[in-house]
């Protein structure tokens, strides 16, 4: 395989295997896209919730919702998925 042949963006060394990856990899931005835009509607309604809990004289977290949220994606996506948790919650609430 020569350099002239390897598809520089993609890295493929085939022009079938480079319109695969390229194809792949618009997926992937679709999926991104939509993380994005679910993330920042789920803070939004996190920090709704948070405001609305605290108007009606309640606190400001509910640690056993937050344990629950970080138990759910631990069990789906292994330790991972306890990082993720954290950071969706604090994109919801704020840093503790």
């Known amino acids: 395989m020569t350099a002239d042949v390897i598809d520089q963006p993609t890295g ?8 695969e ?3 792949m990899r618009e997926r992937i931005d679709e999926i991104d896209q939509a993380i994005i835009d679910l993330w ?3 803070a939004r309604l996190s ?7 605290m108007a009606s004289g309640g606190t400001r977290l509910v640690l056993s919702r937050e344990r629950e949220i970080v138990e759910r994606f631990r069990e789906a996506l292994g330790a ?11 994109a919801g609430r704020g840093p503790l």
């Open 40 to 42: 920042l509607e789920r």
């Open 47 to 53: 920090q709704q919730v948070g405001k609305t809990r």
């Open 80 to 90: 991972d998925g306890t990082q993720v948790a954290l950071m969706i919650l604090r």
């Open 21 to 23: 990856i390229k194809a």
């Open 12 to 19: 493929a060394g085939e022009t079938l295997a480079a319109d």
